[in-house]
């Protein structure tokens, strides 16, 4: 599953341009039985099979280096987000668990994992999938990995607001036309206008982020701003 995504577009520029060093294991390489066993059926019954802990941890430690981290993919985790992913972006060397089957043996959880992570409400075939999505919005972290790295900081959830609406040519479109202050060439009023759009935005579609944001009220932050919007 990995070979497709991780392979495209900014991550595999990372990895061509040595920012990014990226290895898949297969977790079966740590089984020793004949048969490279690495679930089983759940104790006290019930539908599924579970990951065995006895190859999860033989993995991890094998791979575990200094500055090591290691995520669990988890529907029961920690949801991700913007922040966790420009944390872990500082992180040496990231290990991500990728569950599969009912679930994993809760001693993994316990002891060999650092933290255990979602990446929202539903549930998804095997943890790969929120492996890649977490993969790809870390790599767009990594210094370098964008070309431009101010490109990262005015995104939507850079600093907790959804970003703001963006246009180009044509300036017309169907009777449809581009907001004039975007044409004027006054910075000024074109980076309050972006910074209006973006709170407006984030309080209608987003009510959790708005109320998070505007009761943080980091540095700068303007009131009167707040009040119009």
């Known amino acids: 599953m990995f070979a497709g995504p991780l392979d495209e577009s900014i991550v595999r520029r990372a990895r061509a341009a040595?920012?990014?060093d990226l290895k898949i294991h297969n977790?079966?390489?740590?089984?020793?039985d004949r048969h490279k066993t690495v679930d089983d059926r759940p104790f006290g019954g019930g539908p599924g099979m579970v990951l065995k802990p006895e190859p999860l941890f033989?993995?991890?430690?094998?791979?575990?280096?200094?500055?090591?981290?290691?995520?669990?993919?988890?529907?029961?985790?920690?949801?991700f987000n913007q922040g966790m992913a420009r944390r872990w972006s500082q992180?040496?060397?990231?290990?991500?668990?990728?569950?599969?089957?009912?679930?994993?043996?809760?001693?993994?959880?316990?002891?060999?994992?650092?933290?255990?992570?979602?990446?929202?409400?539903f549930v998804l075939t095997n943890?790969?999938?929120?492996?890649?999505?977490?993969?790809?919005?870390?790599?767009?972290l990594i210094p370098?990995?964008?070309?431009?790295?101010?490109?990262?900081?005015?995104?939507?959830?850079?600093?907790?607001?959804?970003?703001?609406?963006?246009?180009?040519?044509?300036?017309e479109f169907r009777g449809w036309t581009v907001p004039e202050v975007l044409l004027?060439?006054?910075?000024?009023?074109?980076?309050?206008?972006?910074?209006?759009?973006?709170?407006k935005r984030t309080a209608e579609r987003r009510t959790d982020l708005w109320e998070k944001w505007r009761w943080e009220k980091p540095a700068g932050r303007s009131t009167k701003a707040q009040q119009k919007t």
Request: net charge negative; hydrophobic share 40%; charged share 25%.
């Open 18 to 20: 040595g920012l990014l």
């Open 91 to 121: 992180v040496p060397h990231l290990i991500f668990i990728c569950g599969s089957y009912e679930g994993y043996d809760e001693r993994i959880r316990q002891h060999l994992a650092d933290e255990d992570v979602s990446i929202g409400d």
């Open 127 to 140: 943890g790969a999938l929120p492996a890649m999505v977490m993969i790809d919005a870390v790599t767009r």
């Open 27 to 32: 977790l079966r390489d740590w089984a020793h």
């Open 58 to 79: 033989e993995a991890v430690e094998a791979l575990r280096v200094e500055g090591t981290r290691v995520v669990l993919t988890s529907p029961s985790g920690c949801v």
């Open 184 to 199: 004027s060439g006054n910075h000024a009023q074109i980076s309050r206008w972006r910074r209006l759009q973006a709170m």
């Open 144 to 171: 370098g990995a964008l070309g431009d790295d101010e490109s990262s900081q005015d995104e939507s959830f850079s600093d907790g607001l959804l970003e703001y609406p963006h246009y180009t040519r044509p300036a």
